[in-house]
């Protein structure tokens, strides 16, 4: 139920205590409480917490509840650089989130809808002559950064593999933002992030939490936006130990869950952008030092590079 901004700033004031230095942090009840059923039910369900107006939440940082609450008044989030060093080290703590469907465009190679960001690399490798690839980011330089005489050199260069297309058409519903001066539509900018591992995990952090609490309209935001920093991502050798943190922290014990068919939302996201960019990820040890671990990734990760036969 939508509520007016006098109901926001008219409800009582709800204390959350946040991480291992137990900083109290407060929000407006029904701001928070009406984003699910899950927050409503601790907010207002009779429980200790409710009486008190109080609640501890030690597994979750402070730069990952202030989005979650700018979301909540705003109905967007931002990541201000240099904010998000905690996330980084407090991540692997994040409590288990449930299952979320990712959505795919429904059009077909052959029928593409106008490129955003995250389709420029299957735009222009389908769209624009060769001539035109080199400046567009790792996914079309050569490796030392000179054009080849044959253009750009592989693995640079990837095939139109069915985890690529994948990758670059994936949509996530996007809820209308509260404010005027927020968008939930994640920046058009192709350049790379700055501090772009923190970037990563604190958008992955988030998910977590929205995924935890039922928050579906913030799991698809974050989703949405941890899909286009990827997109804009230089795998070099530091792109590429960034991705392997963020897989790390994704399936590290108890933050993401290990379904019996098909992968979680964020697992799925990540794993569709290594196999599309397999033959970069693959060339540094950090990539070979994650499958020797073994787990959940080779099996997820081995689904969608090894090409399946007729069934």
């Known amino acids: 139920m939508q509520v007016s901004f006098k109901e926001m700033l008219t ?45 501890r939440w030690m597994d979750v940082d402070q730069g990952t509840f202030a989005r979650l609450a700018q979301f909540a008044y705003t109905g967007d989030y931002s990541i201000p650089n240099g904010s998000t060093g905690q996330a980084v080290v407090e991540a692997k703590s994040s409590p288990a989130p449930a299952l979320r469907t990712l959505h795919r465009s429904p059009h077909s190679i052959t029928s593409l809808p106008s490129p955003g960001p995250e389709l420029s690399a299957f735009y222009y490798l389908t769209h624009k002559p060769k001539e ?40 996530y519903p996007l809820s209308q933002s509260r ?36 928050v579906n309209d913030l799991n698809m935001l974050a989703l949405s936006k941890l899909h286009r920093t990827l997109s804009t991502l230089s795998l ?17 014990d108890g933050v993401t869950p290990d379904l019996e068919t ?26 070979t030092d994650l499958i020797e671990d073994g787990g959940a990734f080779v099996r997820d990760i081995w689904k969608l590079v090894v090409p399946r036969g007729p069934s």
């Not at 137990?22 to 601790?42: D, I, K, N, R």
């Not at 050569?142 to 139109?160: Q, Y």
């Not at 098909?262 to 950090?286: F, T």
């Open 179 to 214: 404010s005027s001066r927020c968008t939930c539509e994640p920046p058009m900018d192709d350049g790379p992030v700055e501090n772009s591992g923190e970037v990563l995990l604190a958008h992955a952090s988030l998910y977590v939490l929205a995924e935890k609490w039922g």
């Open 11 to 55: 409800s009582r004031i709800f204390k959350f205590i946040i991480g291992p230095d137990e900083v109290p942090m407060v929000v407006h009840e029904t701001v928070l409480a009406e984003q699910s059923p899950a927050l409503a039910a601790l907010m207002r369900g009779g429980m200790a917490e409710s009486v008190a107006g109080e609640c």
């Open 236 to 252: 070099d050798k530091s792109g590429v130990q960034e991705v392997i943190n963020l897989t790390r922290y994704t399936y590290s």
């Open 132 to 171: 035109e690839w080199e400046g567009h980011g790792h996914i079309f330089s050569s490796k030392d950064g000179k054009k080849s005489k044959n253009g750009p050199l592989s693995p640079f260069r990837p095939a139109l593999t069915p985890a690529f297309v994948m990758f670059s058409c994936l949509k």
């Open 262 to 287: 098909g992968m979680d939302g964020l697992r799925n996201l990540i794993c569709l952008y290594i196999a599309a960019n397999v033959g970069v990820v693959s060339e540094q040890d950090s990539f």
